[in-house]
């Protein structure tokens, strides 16, 4: 694959904080897909009403306009479960076909979705106390792992990815993201040989996506701010 720029050498932008957050899972499903982008960071964080009145002018939504990408081509995409699918279909390897996959795939997509909301709520340098960031470490996440891994062994039991594929697809590196930044990130990598020691496995293979790994290697991932157990406030 070549990634896709225009031929006017374009790349995609993406708007967001210089954080892996909400935005990573876009940055990741344009890496697994060979579209080429750049990051557009947020000034500060919180973001200036200047810098909420630029990303207005570009998503054009009165209420959040971030994580935003703007695709070679010039077209517009915003809010998270939209956009990163959105992307996906302009690719030829991450949008599965059949029914069951695509249906399949939402409801990954809505599980790493409730993940990541859960452990939002958790942050205890954000507001959260320690006693709800310590039910978080002890038995959502673990919840969370244990049925994203019943689904990955029963779905597609002969693949070593979550649907019948033999390359990664859109679900894999929305839950990717979900059990690394979300999950093992901000405990500990033994979380996932705990509860989930397929998904251990998976992960190492979602890795070794050549997208995905050259974007792992990159400076620009490099730079950003990870997630870490300090906001579990370890």
Do not use: C
């Not at 409801?107 to 939002?120: H, V």
């Amino acid at each position: 694959h070549h990634p896709s720029t225009m031929a006017n050498g374009n790349k995609a932008k993406v708007y967001y904080y210089k954080a892996t957050g909400r935005g990573n899972q876009l940055r990741l499903v344009l890496a697994a897909g060979n579209i080429e982008f750049e990051d557009v960071y947020s000034v500060g964080f919180p973001p200036t009403e200047k810098q909420r009145e630029s990303w207005r002018a570009i998503g054009g939504n009165t209420t959040t306009n971030i994580p935003m990408v703007v695709m070679p081509n010039g077209k517009v995409y915003t809010q998270s479960s939209a956009a990163i699918r959105a992307v996906a279909r302009t690719t030829s390897n991450l949008m599965p076909t059949s029914q069951d996959d695509l249906y399949m795939t939402d409801k990954l997509l809505a599980d790493a979705e409730d993940l990541r909301s859960n452990a939002y709520k958790a942050f205890v340098p954000w507001g959260a106390s320690e006693e709800s960031a310590n039910k978080f470490a002890e038995k959502e996440m673990p919840n969370h792992l244990i049925n994203l891994e019943r689904q990955f062994n029963e779905y597609a039991p002969d693949s070593p990815y979550f649907l019948h594929s033999s390359s990664v697809t859109l679900a894999d590196v929305v839950v990717y993201d979900a059990v690394t930044s979300f999950a093992s990130n901000l405990v500990h990598e033994d979380i996932l040989e705990q509860h989930a020691p397929n998904l251990k496995k998976w992960v190492k293979q979602v890795e070794k996506d050549p997208g995905i790994a050259s974007y792992l290697s990159s400076e620009a991932y490099n730079e950003i701010m990870k997630f870490s157990p300090q906001l579990l406030g370890k």
